[in-house]
Nanobody
Framework: QVQLVESGGGLVQPGGSLRLSCAAS????????MDWFRQAPGKQRELVAR????????RIQYADSVKGRFTISRDKNTMYLQMNTLEPEDTAVYYC???????????WGQGTQVTVSS
């Protein structure tokens, strides 16, 4: 089992910044991919940013809507999402997700609300 705990959400004005954190614990060796998803009211959950493979040769992938504004990073067992130049369209619940490619291992955090509004 892997436990994921997000933090860092909140209310911010348009153009502002937030940094989300996701602390992973448990059987972390099971997973090799970690990502951030988000779900806005009335919309499907969508991928925001992803580490494809957590090793030194891993790649990073971003949704087109956040490229140049969001940065995903990782320090040991904690993953971060630095969000700059936030827009009202970024308002959503943000979820941390971890998995092992090619297996049924998949874990979700509880989500953290991000609201961008003046």
């Amino acid at each position: 089992q892997v436990q994921l705990v997000e933090s860092g959400g909140g209310l911010v004005q348009p153009g502002g910044s937030l940094r989300l954190s996701c602390a992973a614990s448990g059987s972390i060796s099971i997973i090799n991919t970690m990502d951030w998803f988000r779900q806005a009211p009335g919309k499907q959950r969508e991928l925001v940013a992803r580490f494809i493979s957590l090793g030194s040769t891993g790649r990073i992938q971003y949704a087109d809507s956040v490229k140049g504004r969001f940065t995903i990073s990782r320090d040991k067992n904690t993953m971060y999402l630095q969000m700059n130049t936030l827009e009202p369209e970024d308002t959503a619940v943000y979820y941390c997700h971890a998995s092992r490619i090619g297996s049924s291992y998949e874990y979700w955090g509880q989500g953290t609300q991000v609201t961008v509004s003046s």
